[in-house]
């Protein structure tokens, strides 16, 4: 297989409005520390990020994307949207329904799909949790619970500071996009096959920061992250202030190419249907129990 040119990490955001939540993260392969990549901007958005992608994949060098947001829903026994969806049974149909229920919200927001009435009822959306709510995850959140000792955030839950719904429904709409525009160039992991393409992949920067670091906490200093990033064979970056987003970016990048490059990860396309359908977090084990995710 082809080698990858170059290992890139997006940290993400799913906020409306002004928003310091997204960074990106780049290394070459071998053993370079990462690098931060600056927007044209003061900030970057959710379209400026998808457009800097769209050139880095024009430019001719593979890559391996990882982004730190879900690539899926859950697909229980009655299908996607517990069953309000029932004639789609691919990734990419569920796709297309996000992007209709988003009806061209600006920067690729999310709000409008949270009031369309096949995606409202799922959702905890504010207060206390509903009595109807029910708690849904994908097979990928239980098995790397199982594997690291985290908690994934259900995608469902929209409450709290590590609530992950909004920058999955906002990445998704950029990954359609993004897709769309590179169809000869890249491939969504695990939904088709890689290849001698670049690749997009889910990533869990706690993964890495729990491999590294040895725990689930957030480097807050450039001397925090140079300890982990030595650990995943990366030279550590100069001293300066950095935010949590940032760090998390520069660890995920060096931790994509320790799993190429020193643990052999695969990107070979997975025999299980689920997998399929539901998407998975990069570097995450298979799970023992193959029982389905929120099946009743």
């Given at each position: 297989m082809r ?24 290394c ?18 959710r ?37 309000s969806?029932?004639?789609l ?9 996000i ?7 600006a ?6 799909v ?9 959702y ?12 849904r995850q ?39 996009h ?73 660890i ?7 799993l190429?490059?020193r643990?052999?990860a695969?990107?070979s396309p ?27």
């Open positions: 080698p990858f040119d170059a290992y890139i990490a997006i940290d993400w955001s799913g906020a409306d409005g002004r928003y310091a939540g997204i960074s990106i993260a780049q070459a392969p071998g053993k370079a520390a990462p690098r931060l990549v600056a927007p044209e901007a003061a900030l970057w958005t379209t400026a990020a998808a457009g800097w992608l769209d050139r880095e994949l024009r430019s001719g060098r593979r890559l391996l994307i990882g982004c730190d947001f879900a690539f899926g829903l859950p697909f229980e026994r009655h299908g996607y949207l517990a069953g969806a029932p004639r049974e691919d990734i990419f149909g569920l796709w297309e329904l992007e209709q229920a988003s009806a061209g919200a920067d690729f927001g999310c709000s409008r949270l009031a369309d009435p096949c995606f409202a009822p799922l905890w959306q504010k207060g206390r949790q509903p009595s109807t709510w029910t708690l994908r097979r990928a959140e239980l098995a790397c619970a199982e594997a690291t000792g985290t908690h994934p955030e259900c995608v469902f839950k929209l409450i709290g500071a590590k609530q992950v719904g909004k920058a999955s429904l906002t990445g998704i709409r950029v990954l359609r993004v897709r769309a525009a590179n169809r000869s160039r890249v491939a969504v992991w695990p939904f088709e096959p890689v290849g001698a393409k670049s690749a997009l992949v889910e990533i869990y920067p706690t993964l890495f920061r729990k491999q590294a670091a040895g725990g689930v906490a957030k480097l807050r200093t450039a001397e925090a992250l140079n300890m982990a990033l030595r650990k995943l064979g990366a030279r550590g970056v100069a001293a300066g202030a950095l935010s949590d987003h940032d760090t998390d970016a520069l995920s990048a060096a931790g994509l190419r320790h190429v490059e643990s052999g695969s990107l997975p025999a299980d249907p689920q997998v399929r359908r539901e998407g998975w977090i990069f570097g995450v084990p298979p799970q023992r129990d193959t029982a389905l995710a929120g099946a009743a």
